[in-house]
């Protein structure tokens, strides 16, 4: 097989913060997105997209919640409560070693 280096390709040149527009640039062929498996997963099962590389690709991921504990919005309170009824607590013995 040859070899190609692939950093020639794999240049940073399109950035977002939300997955939905990262997708979008690569359902219109102008990137190979690195997204969540839940934003891709009907474009997979709908045989539009497939996974690039095997396991060593993918990442486990944590994502955190973070308040300031003298924020009294409503709104801010109604969301945090649903996060603590809604999702498990972190668990330390979970990490990576």
């Not at 497939?50 to 955190?64: D, F, N, P, T, Y």
Request: glycine residues 8%; contains cysteine.
């Amino acid at each position: 097989m040859q070899q190609f280096d692939f950093g020639l390709l794999m240049g940073g040149c399109y950035e977002a913060d939300m997955a939905m527009l990262i997708m979008r640039m690569a359902v219109e062929g102008y990137a190979i997105a690195w997204l969540p498996f839940s934003a891709v997963k009907d474009e997979i099962d709908a045989g539009r997209f497939v996974q690039a590389g095997g396991e060593e690709w993918c990442a486990k991921l944590q994502i955190r919640s973070y308040r300031a504990i003298a924020n009294s919005n409503p709104t801010m309170q109604d969301l945090w409560n649903s996060l603590e009824t809604s999702v498990p607590p972190y668990d330390a013995s979970e990490e990576a070693t």
